[in-house]
Every structure is written in C-alpha cells, then in structure tokens.
C-alpha cells in the first residue's frame, strides 16, 4: 500500500481544509485508514480513523466536532475535513493504514504511512 497525502497549507484560525490521503497499491488488505499529527518537539498524536468493514469512524478527544473523516471507495481515497481551525492543530498530518496492526488509535498499529502535509494555523 502506498499512501499520498495532500491539501495542507497556511490558513487563518477559523478556517477550513480537506486534506486528501490517495491510496495505491493492495488497497483491498487495509482494514482502517487514519490520520494522525506532529507538531514540533511533540510526539506523533492520532487524529482519526476510518474503519474499511463497516465505516466506524473514530476521534481523538480533541477535535471532536471539527474534523471529519470519509472515505470514496471509487477514488481509494480517504478525506479528513478540518473546520475551525485553530492554531494548536498547526502540524505535519500524516494518513497511515492498518493492513496487518491490531487498533486505531496507536501510532503501531499501522503498516504503512504516508510522507505527511503541513498545515499552519495563523491567529
């Protein structure tokens, strides 16, 4: 599986992206795509997570009720929206799949990752 993600850039606290997470490869052997975080000096921090089999979704307890995470099975692709954003959420946002890892919010769960793209939040 390979991952690619997209759509991060800078924008001003309040506003909105859709990062993209577009997947190739032996896409049929994940069983959950997820998103996860960096800021500077913090540890990587999960974000989101899509469950393949039966469309779970899962959030971390702080962006609860601002970002979303869907998937379009046609495009191999999962979305993650992010609304209200605020300058805490400025990182690196990796998408990442478990093919073989048991869980979805543990950063060892998952096989395989994505090269990552930043977002800036600017107050």
């Known amino acids: 599986v390979q991952l690619q993600a997209s759509g991060g850039g800078l924008v001003q606290a309040g506003g909105s992206l859709r990062l993209s997470c577009a997947a190739s490869?032996?896409?049929?052997?994940?069983?959950?795509m997820g998103w996860f975080r960096q800021a500077p000096g913090k540890e990587r921090e999960f974000v989101a997570a899509?469950?393949?089999?039966?469309?779970?979704?899962y959030y971390a307890n702080s962006v609860k009720g601002r970002f979303t995470i869907s998937r379009d099975n046609a495009k191999n692709t999962v979305y993650l929206q992010i609304d209200s954003l605020k300058p805490e959420d400025t990182a690196v946002y990796y998408c990442?799949?478990?093919?073989?890892?048991?869980?979805?919010?543990?950063?060892?769960?998952?096989?395989?990752w994505g090269q990552g793209t930043q977002v800036t939040v600017s107050s």
């Open positions: 490869g032996r896409t049929f052997s994940w069983r959950v």
């Open positions: 990442a799949a478990v093919v073989y890892g048991v869980g979805v919010s543990v950063t060892g769960a998952y096989d395989h």
């Open positions: 899509f469950q393949w089999s039966d469309g779970s979704t």
